[in-house]
């Protein structure tokens, strides 16, 4: 039985109960709080608070958020589904139409009617070209007129908010000049294009579609290549330039300067690429009997620039994804009259499509150039 001597006393009992206590809350406050995240101690300035969105976990979308994402997703399809066709309608005299209603045209895709969804007149869009001149050794002779014509051009060409670039067309496929609007700087560049040797058409096709694809979207796409036609050098073939520029959604203008009138000992093969290509984006192939028409050819592509329709339709039904459709737009009934060209009329300086155009009395006053084909797009 112990003595009284060897009982704890009531004061050390309590001065030991007080310890635990104060060390039981030192522990408390150092653990992490239930959130997971470090509490922070109101008596430090403010530039020392830690960041809380920086250590607060990722927001849930909310359901009220849902609706603004699904929007988004809509904008950005609708945009990618707009089907859009630069149309060039000329008349008889194969000069361009213009003030045709909306209710002239008929779009098919597929063979399939389409609803015209967007509508204008001598549109207002802004043009990209590039233009491309034919630099080889065969090329040289008529190059001085090329290149003052070019010049011409340039200066009729460029309006507000349009730019072109300038390439030479040899073995290799040269960019002289950037996309640009300064009028006096693209003229001097285009009087100094350096002899080359071969002819890369269908590089020229493909590089001029790819500068033109990385300029944006909402603005007309163009090519203008002036070459003899005579294809000897290019890395590429017939079918990627024609794919290239189906994917770009670039018009192609081809001016062929034919060095003989003979095809006996000239490259026929190129020309014919060349007017199946430019047919394709629904450009035209142009044939001067010589360098003097270069002048009023390049008037006229800037004429039709200046008054090209545009049209725009969803596709119903829509097309698999990574193929390419067929489109077709015609000019309704009703606003076309039977014409019987006069024979043996022809103009070098028109379209060779226009050139060819048949004498049937049920032939149309108005003939009508568009890109014949789309990509989809990959999925």
């Not at 063979?111 to 233009?131: G, H, M, R």
């Not at 060209?341 to 155009?357: I, K, L, M, R, V």
């Amino acid at each position: 039985m112990p003595t009284p001597g060897s009982r704890p006393s009531t004061q050390a009992i309590r001065h030991f109960v007080g310890i635990v206590a104060i060390f039981a809350s030192v522990t408390t406050a150092l653990q992490p709080s239930s959130s997971g995240q470090p509490q922070e101690n109101p008596n430090r300035p403010p530039w020392a608070q830690e960041s809380k969105s920086a250590n607060a976990p990722a927001t849930p979308t909310t359901k009220a958020e849902a609706p603004d994402a699904a929007q988004d997703r809509n904008k950005i399809k609708v945009t990618v589904n707009l089907v859009n066709v630069l149309v060039s309608v000329l008349d008889e005299h194969n000069r361009p139409a213009p003030d045709l209603p909306v209710e002239a045209f008929q779009v098919f895709d597929e063979d399939n009617p389409q609803a015209i969804a967007v509508f204008e007149k001598e549109t207002q869009q802004s043009l990209d070209l590039v233009l491309m001149i034919d630099a080889s050794l065969s090329a040289q002779l008529s190059m001085p007129a090329q290149q003052e014509a070019a010049s011409h051009f340039i200066q009729q060409v460029l309006r507000k908010g349009d730019r072109l670039a300038i390439y030479s067309v040899d073995e290799n496929v040269t960019q002289l000049a950037a996309f640009s609007d300064n009028v006096a700087h693209l003229q001097a560049v285009v009087r100094r294009i350096p002899a080359g040797a071969g002819t890369s058409i269908y590089d020229a096709v493909v590089l001029g579609a790819r500068a033109l694809s990385r300029q944006g979207t909402d603005r007309r796409r163009v090519i203008i290549l002036v070459t003899d036609g005579g294809e000897t050098t290019s890395r590429t073939d017939f079918e990627s330039a024609r794919r290239e520029a189906v994917r770009s959604n670039t018009l192609l203008y081809t001016v062929v300067i034919r060095t003989m009138k003979s095809e006996s000992g000239r490259n026929t093969a190129g020309e014919h690429a060349l007017e199946t290509i430019t047919d394709t984006t629904g450009g035209a192939v142009f044939y001067p009997d010589g360098s003097a028409q270069l002048d009023s050819i390049f008037d006229r592509i800037n004429r039709e620039l200046r008054t090209q329709y545009r049209l725009g339709y969803y596709p119903n039904p829509r097309g698999p994804a990574d193929t390419y459709r067929r489109i077709e737009v015609t000019v309704a009934a009703p606003v076309l009259a039977a014409t019987q060209p006069s024979a043996g009329s022809t103009d070098a300086t028109q379209p060779a499509s226009a050139q060819t155009e048949t004498s049937k009395a049920s032939s149309p006053v108005f003939s009508v150039r568009h890109r014949k084909s789309y990509y989809t797009g990959l999925p």
